[in-house]
């Protein structure tokens, strides 16, 4: 028999604005405790010295996550010029210097070489594994890690602003598995003057926003209250680019044992991807076909 998780069954999307200084697992476990929910997870990482929009699904709505993390995303960050580090950003060590610096104008000039679909190569202190072990890890312990160059689709990348000749602000919207550090190392050796991100913000994911966000001190303030909950998003928040097809109550049951059950829809068309609701509640994820729904993924 499966033991039985502790905790509460929460479901639905809680969004925080993340601090600097802590990683983005740590802050799932805090939103977690705080609703003393028994399943939680994040629905893209963002490094420990980044900030901004991290999206926590709690229990059903962890099987929302990959609508969210598939979604484009948005970036606010500022590169520095002249040096390049270690981790391609301001927590590493710095392991070369330049002084030349770029204008305006060059700046805006190397933009369109990063945008589109183009090959990104991850830094070296990143998640990717290999050979089974994280990168990371394997660059702390002293060994040559060598990544292959991974497929990227940004959409935009622009000049916000240039502070002083060091420094510029630029704002990216991408696909799935982008990282920034890599666009600020490539930038500065395309710019032939080098660079690293200094500051680094995402300012919304798929259909959450910052303006959305709560901070992790309000969140931990209100732990363990029911005024917490209230500030839980609903589970369907992450499938808002998806159809949605309404069922009656023989066919949500159809759907939540994985069978192929008729639905009603107006917007989806042969081969969709939908979502399915009975009385106003999420039953299912699936394929439509001819009227029918054929569920890849099942609410309780």
Known sequence: MARKKKGRDVSGWMLVDKPAGITSTAV???????????????????????????????????????????????????????????????????IATNDSRPSDQDIRNALPAFTGDIEQIPPKFSAVKIDGQRAYKLARDGEDVELTARDLFV????LKERPDPDHAVLEMVCGKGGYVRSIARDLGNALGCLG?????????????????????????????SPELDEYLLPLETALADLPEATCDAASAARLQNGNPAQVLTSDAEYGDTVWVSHAKQPVAIGIYRAGMVHPNRVFV
């Open 196 to 224: 690293h991100v200094e500051i680094l913000r995402r300012v919304w994911s798929g259909p959450f926003s910052e303006e959305d966000c709560f901070s992790l001190e309000t969140i931990e303030d209100l732990a363990k």
């Open 155 to 158: 959409e935009s990348l622009e």
């Open 28 to 94: 799932v476990n805090k939103v977690k405790w705080a609703l003393g929910a028994n399943k939680a997870g994040h629905a893209g990482t963002l490094d420990p010295a980044a900030t901004g929009v991290l999206a926590i699904a709690l229990g059903e709505a962890t099987k929302t996550v990959p609508f969210i993390t598939d979604d484009l995303k948005a970036y606010r960050f500022t590169v520095k010029f002249g040096q390049s580090t270690n981790t391609d950003d301001a927590e590493g060590e710095v």
